[in-house]
């Protein structure tokens, strides 16, 4: 119980660093004048702030509530994944300003020219990512509720907080605890982590100090660069340096890949050696596109880790297509691979040879049309593709038209996926992958041209039989699940519909009766001109215990008939129904929960004691309306 506690303890101080990260004066200058970038960081913090509120009584409650252990082990992925991205909008801030940038975005046309835009080719990747997070974020804080977690709740248990200062010099959250500069000698015998800035060091004495820091984990040169004066040996060739660096072990960052002179100085810096290193991250600038793939796929080459290696993160590659190390089976350890903004490539590398590959992430590949063959083998016979994989995301790939499957010898690929998520793929047509047993969460969004997603001789339930979570949003083409009509699996626990037009018009053959386990439920921004009313008798389960319905501009009345035996719903979710005029006169006496957010009219009629609704509501324990509970 002891070592879950802890767990929480460090959860809640890498919410600390996110907090303190977030109001960094770094980060601040970088977004100002980005409106719609501040907004999304902004409510990054809101929504981070309100998983705090309820952390001490998730902490209390995972040892004996398994759905809270879950909810914890969601909400610690969530924040991580932020942790990494502010990380990275941090790095871009401390690189620009560096590298001799300014964060002012005010002056002479004459000195604009000089000063590079931190958001330069940069907005989209990152604002792409962050609403994913944030949309994942509200996901989870929705459920909050649902699993009982209050607000406010003093840990008891007499276990020491670490505090974010600790956690830092700790080294768990990956702050720098030391760094190279101009002033005194620095003793870095003990030092885990360390950041080099590019014009902070004149003298190659200081890296002498490196072949002592035996406990170093981390060495983050923040960018290479041509000029000598920047990086003091060989004339930019300094990523060779790392050479000398044996020792290293942990997380290794290389940026500014693009400007590797020769494909030498890649060779010569001897990753291949380095059997400590379990995190490479290696890095492009995607503002400086190159001219020369071939040049890009030699230098990838060169930079072959050490087999040992546990993750891979490659951004901004600009090549067509990957070295043969990338992929290679002989690297049996990874775990992890993220493939982004690689946006020349027009093969996928063949990570399904990968052994021990559980989460893939690949975003950004412009130049890819097809996921074939090449996908999961480089043509040696491989017994079951992607058999570790549990994990898959695609996002972020405007050409991609066509996912085709194979047979293994021992089977279908993707024996053990759990997680799939397809995201902005607008021109993918055609099916997902049949028969993925143990998949539990599917999330499907701006697929705009796919139509259908399991082929005519599927059944549903045979393909998905452990499907419990799903969300479809803003595929507007999607008319039906499969070929013969649509169903959902029958142990689907959580099912969101989301700006789907066809898919929402042909709600009367969902057939949700049939889902003896569907408990939640959202509906959100359905634009249809003739919405009098919603829900239809009969469309929705009598199991429902949590329903959301938002963003129905033209939706005019809740239907009483459609409320009447969801005789299990505790909480109710209206907002942005602008039209919507008044609620049934009947609501399940099972309601303890009621929220109400973006409804003027509806608004009005539900204030305590004057409202006409106000009867129809005030046997409900907690009503909230537009963030204030009355």
Not at 253 to 274: F, M, P, R, T, Y
Request: charged share 25%; proline share 5%.
């Amino acid at each position: 119980m002891a070592a879950e506690l802890v767990g929480g303890a460090f959860l809640s101080a890498s919410l600390q660093v996110l907090f303190d990260r977030l109001a960094s004066q770094e980060l601040v200058d970088f977004v100002n004048g980005n409106r719609p970038f501040d907004r999304l960081l902004k409510d990054l913090k809101i929504k981070l702030l309100s998983a705090n509120m309820v952390l001490n009584d998730a902490e209390e409650k995972q040892i004996r509530n398994p759905s809270v252990k879950k909810w914890l082990d969601e909400l610690k992925d969530a924040i991580f994944e932020a942790e990494d991205l502010t990380a990275e909008i941090k790095f871009q801030a401390l690189e620009c300003k560096m590298g001799g940038g300014s964060f002012s975005r005010s002056g002479t046309s004459q000195v604009m020219k000089l000063i590079p835009s931190p958001f330069s080719g940069f907005d989209n990747g990152m604002k792409s990512k962050l609403v994913e997070i944030l949309d994942r974020l509200d996901f989870i804080l929705k459920q909050k509720d649902m699993i009982g977690l209050r607000e406010g709740v003093d840990c008891r248990h007499s276990i020491v907080r670490l505090s974010a200062t600790l956690a830092r010099e700790s080294g768990v959250y990956g702050e720098f605890c030391s760094r190279l500069d101009d002033s005194s000698p620095i003793n870095l015998g003990r030092t885990r982590h360390l950041s080099y800035m590019k014009r902070s060091v004149n003298n190659a004495e200081k890296f002498k100090a490196l072949f002592d820091a035996k406990y170093l984990r981390t060495f983050l040169p923040l960018g290479w660069k041509k000029e000598s004066e920047q990086f003091p040996w060989n004339n930019g060739s300094g990523i060779k340096q790392l050479k000398g660096l044996k020792q290293l072990c942990g997380y290794l960052c290389i940026s500014g890949l693009q400007n590797v002179l020769h494909v030498e100085d890649a060779i010569e810096a001897n990753l291949k050696d380095k059997k400590f290193i379990k995190r490479l991250f290696l890095k492009w600038d995607s503002r400086n596109p190159t001219d020369d793939s071939q040049k890009e796929r030699m230098i990838l080459g060169g930079l072959q880790p050490h087999r040992s290696l546990k993750e891979l993160v490659i951004i901004s590659y600009g090549g067509t297509r990957f070295p043969d190390w990338v992929g290679d089976n002989l690297f049996s350890g990874i775990t992890t691979v993220s493939l982004n903004n690689c946006k020349n490539c027009c093969l996928m590398p063949p990570l399904g040879q990968l052994p021990s590959l559980r989460k893939l992430h690949i975003r950004g590949f412009d130049g890819v049309v097809k996921v074939g063959a090449e996908f999961y083998s480089n043509g040696s016979v491989i017994k079951q593709p992607f058999r570790s994989l549990e994990v898959l995301r695609f996002g972020d790939m405007p050409q991609l038209k066509e996912w085709t499957f194979i047979e293994a010898e021992e089977g279908a690929p993707f024996p053990h996926l759990k997680e799939l998520y397809l995201i902005d793929c607008p021109e993918l047509v055609g099916s997902l992958p049949a028969y993925l047993r143990n998949l539990t969460t599917l999330y499907v969004t701006r697929c705009q041209q796919l139509m259908t997603s399991l082929q005519r001789d599927q059944h549903i339930d045979t393909a998905f039989p452990s499907l419990r979570s799903m969300e479809i949003s803003d595929c507007p083409q999607l008319e039906s699940f499969f070929e013969g009509g649509l169903q959902f699996p029958s142990n689907l626990n959580e099912l969101s519909i989301i700006n789907c037009k066809r898919l929402f018009a042909d709600r009367f053959h969902w057939n949700l009766q049939r889902l003896a386990s569907l408990t939640w439920l959202r509906i959100r921004s359905v634009y249809e001109d003739t919405l009098d009313s919603f829900p239809e008798e009969g469309v929705l389960p009598i199991t429902l215990t949590s329903l959301s319905i938002s963003n129905l501009p033209n939706l005019k009345a809740l239907n009483s008939n459609g409320f009447k035996q969801l005789n299990s719903l505790k909480q109710l979710w209206i907002s942005s129904c602008e039209q919507l005029q008044c609620l049934p006169k009947e609501l399940p006496k099972s309601l303890s929960y009621l929220f109400i957010s973006e409804c003027p009219l509806l608004i009005q009629r539900c204030q305590r004691g004057r409202g006409q609704d106000w009867p129809n509501i005030s046997h409900i324990t907690r009503v909230r309306i537009d963030g204030e509970f009355i």
